[in-house]
């Protein structure tokens, strides 16, 4: 009730002006794309500038530097700071608002069940790694979307490191996943039927591009194959799926829009905004222009510019928008860079005041800000108040991000023996032993609960789940 009380006092203290630019804030990418479409609707005075003077996105270029904020906030940001409530993040979790499972949104299901598979496969840690590099640049139909070398460069694995991993990966279902081009695609659907025909397999190896061309008597002449022989191969190949991936895809899962994008250069890390769809607006001339003429009428004018006002406001709010967005993406990564250069085992303890104290802006802005938005890394797309994560203190001092935590406990029940699986007293004793974290064992079990993990008894083979 005193929460209700509340909240209706700080709807009726601030204007409609400025309740439209903080619900701007927490918009989702799609979500402020309907708003604008809106609000197009409803005020004739704003129009869409036909072109955009750049295509590169929103970037430091394009932006003030953060001291601009405090200057530029006005009552908006004043009112902010004075009424609304400050969020304790570091509760959130403790509460399971942050469910470490779905942090990464993924957009289809076969890189799910691939990864599924490959956590039943007798893969070491670091196969594992490799393994995950290899299913994410598996695309839509099932084939690897990127060769080893480039994937080699970019994950700094040797590509046979990356070649052995990809062969096992080629073994799972669908037959032809992980293939690098459709001859390959269809080798592997053989060998999953047990085929052994030596002439198939010397066809499709040796003499594919003929085949595709129709080049049947081409390949009898080089082969000695009889042309029925070779036409027996065309036929089967026509029983061969070209896409293996394209049933897997799940239609149920939300479809994602990352609303920043953090991308590695030889610079360091750099951050874009996702401004594809958002359109850039600006003031009708001719409106504009009819509100100084003297014959109009009273309540026109008024009309008019009442609407001008409108249209000013939400300019300004929607840049407002986009410029906090930018310097509180930019500050994660400063403040997360272990995580950007060397992945989740790196995050760090952060909360909403080092930004807020870094930008200066209240922390509420900062929340806000977060909510509902995504952020595409080397690593994954992530919701931004992914990387505001609590600690856990190490036996040194050292707080490590609760997320570490988690991964490691996970990391430990893949590699436990499934015959006689870790108990949480286990998972605590080896926690603190080889790496220096204390943590209680409901602790253990309450992360094991967040991540669908079942407790040693339940994971045990042979014993009922």
């Not at 005075?45 to 270029?61: A, Q």
């Not at 928008?321 to 930019?330: E, F, S």
């Not at 967040?450 to 083979?461: H, P």
Request: with cysteine.
């Amino acid at each position: 009730m005193l929460e209700l009380k509340q909240t209706q006092k700080l709807q009726a203290i601030l204007t409609p002006q400025l309740q439209q630019a903080i619900k701007l804030l927490q918009l989702s990418q799609m979500e402020l794309i309907e708003a604008i479409e809106q609000e197009l609707k409803e005020n004739p005075i704003l129009e869409i500038v036909e072109e955009k003077p750049s295509e590169e996105g929103f970037k430091e270029d394009n932006i003030e530097e953060p001291g601009d904020i405090s200057s530029d906030r006005d009552d908006m940001e004043e009112l902010l700071e004075r009424f609304s409530p400050t969020e304790d993040f570091s509760e959130r979790e403790e509460k399971g608002y942050l469910n470490y499972e779905n942090i990464v949104k993924k957009t289809q299901g076969l890189r799910d069940y691939i990864r599924w598979q490959a956590g039943l496969s007798d893969f070491d840690g670091e196969q594992r790694l490799i393994a995950e590099w290899i299913i994410e640049n598996i695309n839509d139909n099932g084939y690897l979307a990127y060769s080893l070398s480039d994937i080699s460069q970019v994950s700094g694995y040797t590509v046979q490191q990356l070649e052995g991993v990809l062969k096992k990966i080629q073994g799972f279902d669908p037959p032809g996943i992980g293939a690098r081009d459709l001859r390959e695609c269809i080798l592997l659907q053989y060998e999953a039927r047990g085929g052994e025909d030596p002439v198939f397999i010397d066809i499709i190896k040796n003499f594919f591009d003929m085949l595709q061309g129709n080049n049947l008597k081409g390949i009898a002449k080089k082969t000695g194959y009889s042309i029925e022989k070779i036409k027996e191969v065309l036929e089967e190949i026509k029983t061969f799926d070209p896409k293996p991936g394209r049933n897997y895809s799940d239609e149920q899962t939300p479809y994602i829009v990352p609303d920043v994008y953090v991308i590695k250069s030889d610079d360091g890390f750099e951050v874009f905004l996702n401004e594809e769809d958002i359109p850039e607006l600006q003031m009708n001339r001719y409106y504009m222009e009819l509100n100084l003429k003297r014959e109009i009428n009273g309540e026109t004018k008024k009309y008019i510019k009442n609407k001008v006002k409108q249209a000013e406001w939400f300019i300004k709010s929607l840049k407002q928008r986009q410029r906090t967005l930018y310097l509180v993406a930019k500050s994660i990564v400063t403040h997360q860079l272990p995580f950007f250069e060397s992945g989740i085992r790196f995050l760090k303890p952060l909360n909403l005041r080092d930004i807020s104290v870094e930008l200066g802006i209240h922390e509420s802005t900062v929340s806000r800000i977060t909510t509902n938005k995504y952020m595409s890394t080397p690593y994954g797309v992530f919701e931004m108040k992914f990387f505001f994560p609590t600690g856990i203190k190490k036996d040194e001092g050292e707080m490590l991000s609760t997320n570490v935590v988690k991964d490691l406990i996970r990391e430990l029940v893949d590699n436990e023996d499934k015959h006689n699986p870790l108990t949480d007293d286990e998972i605590v004793s080896i926690l603190k032993e080889k790496k220096g974290i204390i943590i209680k064992r409901r602790t253990v079990a309450k992360y094991r609960d967040m991540m669908n993990i079942l407790s040693s008894r339940g994971r045990k083979i042979g014993e009922e789940t």
